[in-house]
């Protein structure tokens, strides 16, 4: 989530309403500002294929900061099944394609505006049910959004201070960090075909095109301010990104070639992050100040299914993270406001299936995936 301003034993946390959220929304971004690039020693990843693939089941796991925990929980039914911890909270999560391996970016603490601002990320080993090792990342502070890169314990994840894109070995903890001459980069879209990652900036508005077999920043575009949630959906032999501009009220796709907006809608509700379920015929999108999820047809951005979680869930509801299920017949997504939960929505009917309280202090990330569940 940007998030920005839009963990001890447990400490009072004030639930957030959807004022408060937005100043949590902005605030990190300010700190991130403030603080001087320092440079990051690079260290060897390795792209090696996963080896094993044990029997995997659908599930989600959400983070919860404050407490340092991430919870495994069945789909469809929502039911807990697991708590790891993590010894971070996590801003961020990824799951591994063989379902082994998540990752957790601690962006910052459970204070106001995240902080204190961290420097970690976490690695689950999730059949164990234990945490495999903690990565320092050294002078490479706030790591935000990753994601694995094909069927490979490699990830990729952006760090803010500095602007940094770091590849990262879940199986071994090594990192190399590359330098991004755009700052307040926050999270990133992996191309389908595994060729390219993609950038967003919140402050200037924009979005960098990072190869990933030169490891080089290819392009840079600016689009409207606030330039957060991507997603990206392929488009027969073209790719397009979806980006999700909260400061500026807008969704806008681009070509994912040449980078040029193709299409500029308004959105309110501060639409936050942007996610594209399992066939790319659909993108969901998380409007927490409007309390909405936004379901478009990726053919066609002025299709939109709109649900009103407050008036669904009879609460001040302020939508955050989000994503598909596997077999994408569920979009899970995690409910702030008055109670905090993780709720399913059917993508065709726009209602919703199945909700749970989410534990913890101050949940946060949310991914879903196939995983090797703990026996």
Partial sequence: MLVQPPRPARPFVRRRTAPTLLAAILLPLVAAAQTPPVATPPAATSDAPATATPPTIAAVLYSTRGDEKVHLLSLPDL????????????HELAISADGRYAL??????????HQPADHRVFVLDLPSGKRSRMVDLGASKRPNDLAFVGATTTALLTTEVPAQLVRLDAATGAFTAFALEHKTNHMLALAPDGSACFVS???????????????????????????????????????????GCNRSSKLVVVDAATLQVVHEVARDGFPLRVKASPDGAQVAVSCPLSGEVVLYDANDVTKAKSLDLGK????????????????????LVVVDGDAQ?????????VQVTAKVAAAGPIADALVAGMVQAPR
């Fill in 104 to 113: 957790g970016s601690a962006y910052g603490g459970p204070g106001k505006g």
């Fill in 201 to 243: 900036h919140v402050l200037p508005g924009g979005v960098t095109r990072f190869d990933l077999a030169t490891n080089k920043a290819t392009a840079h575009a600016a689009v409207p301010d606030g330039a957060e949630g991507i997603a990206c959906v392929a488009r027969g032999e073209r790719m397009q990104l979806w980006i």
């Fill in 79 to 90: 039911k807990p099944l697991h708590v790891y911890d993590a010894g971070a909270g996590a």
């Fill in 341 to 349: 939960q993780i709720v399913a929505i059917d993508p065709k009917t």
């Fill in 312 to 331: 669904e869930l009879a609460r001040k509801a302020a939508p955050t993270s989000l994503g598909f299920a596997p077999d994408g017949k569920q979009l």
